[in-house]
């Protein structure tokens, strides 16, 4: 996220009692050119931290705001060491782990309706395998109850549930795969991963 990104975001977060802010407004109280603010907030708006209310008018969203947290989190860091983590990247997991936050609850095809962008590939089978590696570190709950499926056969979706006490901030956990670890740069803990039950997803 730049400077200049950041500050747009920051001066709209302030407006979030009111309907939106136009570019107009954001030119004033910013200080920024007009082609700054502009191509900013297409960006933002494309990044889905802000929304349209009306051409040209704007309000956070909150993943928005979810990610100016990070922002911060990432200059203080924990025990304040600054973390080595680029949140200008909208990774898959990034959007994965910021749905889960917002949900609690999910499975792979709720997730999946929320995060894709279009241009993943084999976006089903990633999300599943990080959701168990947050479930091996201890931030995800197997549910007993599973989702439906949509045909007869099926023996419906697993479904977790986001760990309170682990909903540690807003910057993603990253799965090491080949340290078979996670770490949150949330709090700098890095976790072995532990067994999980392999349970294949059903048809849908």
């Excluded at 001066?11 to 700054?36: A, F, R, S, Y």
């Excluded at 973390?83 to 749905?99: F, P, T």
């Excluded at 807003?170 to 080949?178: H, I, T």
Aim: glycine share 8%; proline share 4%.
């Amino acid at each position: 996220m730049t400077w200049t990104s950041e500050t747009i975001m920051r001066t709209i977060q302030t407006h979030m009692l009111n309907d939106c802010i136009c570019n107009e407004k954001l030119v004033e109280m910013t200080g920024l050119k007009p082609k700054q603010v502009e191509d900013a907030t297409q960006k933002l708006h494309k990044n889905g931290f802000i929304k349209r209310v009306e051409p040209g008018c704007y309000r956070i969203t909150q993943a928005g705001i979810i990610a100016l947290d990070a922002k911060q989190s990432m200059r203080s860091g924990p025990k304040g060491e600054t973390l080595n983590v680029k949140l200008h990247k909208n990774s898959l997991r990034i959007r994965v782990w910021r749905a889960i936050r917002i949900r609690k609850s999910f499975s792979i095809p709720e997730l999946e309706g929320i995060v894709a962008a279009g241009d993943e590939k084999d976006i089903t089978s990633n999300i599943g395998k990080y959701l168990r590696a947050l479930e091996s570190a201890g931030y995800l709950i197997r549910m007993n109850k599973r989702l439906r499926g949509s045909s007869l056969t099926s023996n419906g979706f697993l479904r977790w549930r986001l760990d309170p006490l682990k909903d540690t901030g807003p910057l993603a956990p990253v799965w090491r795969q080949r340290k078979g670890s996670v770490f949150d740069p949330n709090n700098g803990e890095e976790i072995t991963l532990l067994p999980v039950k392999q349970d294949e997803e059903a048809a849908a």
